[in-house]
T-cell receptor, first 115, second 116 residues
Framework: GNSVTQMEGPVTLSEEAFLTINCTYT??????LFWYVQYPGEGLQLLLK???ADDKGSNKGFEATYRKETTSFHLEKGSVQVSDSAVYFC??????????????WGLGTSLAVNP | EAGVAQSPRYKIIEKRQSVAFWCNPI?????LYWYQQILGQGPKLLIQ????????DSQLPKDRFSAERLKGVDSTLKIQPAKLEDSAVYLC??????????????FGQGTRLTVV
């Protein structure tokens, strides 16, 4: 079946540190891959996405590359800020979803950035 | 472009009472989702609509939860009667739902329900 596995948190970093949050997936074919972010007390926001192999999604300094060979979509940022403190969710939508375009979610990784 | 609107933002009720949540998706979005997010966990899909038809309600506790999407636009989610374990944030999301690439979901701010 389809599934998403994220590294467990919480992750605690100092400001300007390099961030990696690992995400691997299991799915047939070429799913669409997403990173969502949830800031404290707010709803989920799409951070970035990729829809085919070797695509790189990027937004707000974050990047993730769709790696078919390793079935991964790791989230990276070169220099984190305090304002990046949030919970990050990796998710996928299977290729042959038809009308049922259900998002398959990871469990989320909490990031805390200290000044 | 207006986002997904939800109300209320917060609700506190006693167990065995009923409660309803409202969602107005982004204009033109055919697909609407209701998720339950318990503190510290990822979202759990409760029900998915395509226009005004139900596509997936396999994880909806149908003995107490119900949802409708009249005219394929606004949607309401109801819990009757509520249990303590229903305390969670209820998220509504919508997506274009047309074609393979249009699977991006946009979320509302959610309704935080506390059952006491």
């Amino acid at each position: 079946g389809n599934s998403v596995t994220q590294m467990e948190g919480p992750v605690t970093l100092s400001e300007e540190a390099f961030l990696t949050i690992n995400c691997t997936y299991t799915a047939t074919g070429y799913p669409s891959l997403f990173w969502y972010v949830q800031y404290p007390g707010e709803g989920l926001q799409l951070l970035l996405k990729a829809t085919k192999a070797d695509d790189k999604g990027s937004n707000k300094g974050f990047e993730a590359t769709y790696r078919k060979e390793t079935t991964s979509f790791h989230l990276e940022k070169g220099s984190v800020q305090v304002s990046d403190s949030a919970v990050y969710f990796c998710a996928l939508t299977p290729l042959n979803a038809g009308n049922n375009r259900k998002l398959i979610w990871g469990l989320g990784t909490s990031l805390a950035v200290n000044p | 472009e207006a986002g997904v609107a939800q109300s209320p933002r917060y609700k506190i009720i006693e167990k065995r009472q009923s409660v309803a949540f409202w969602c107005n998706p982004i204009s033109g979005h055919a697909t609407l989702y209701w998720y339950q997010q318990i503190l510290g966990q990822g979202p759990k899909l409760l029900i998915q609509f395509q226009n005004n038809g139900v596509v997936d309600d396999s994880q909806l506790p149908k003995d107490r939860f119900s949802a409708e999407r009249l005219k394929g636009v606004d949607s309401t989610l109801k819990i009757q009667p509520a249990k303590l374990e229903d305390s969670a944030v209820y998220l509504c999301a919508s997506s274009l739902g047309v074609g393979y690439l249009n699977t991006e979901a946009f979320f509302g701010q959610g309704t935080r329900l506390t059952v006491v």
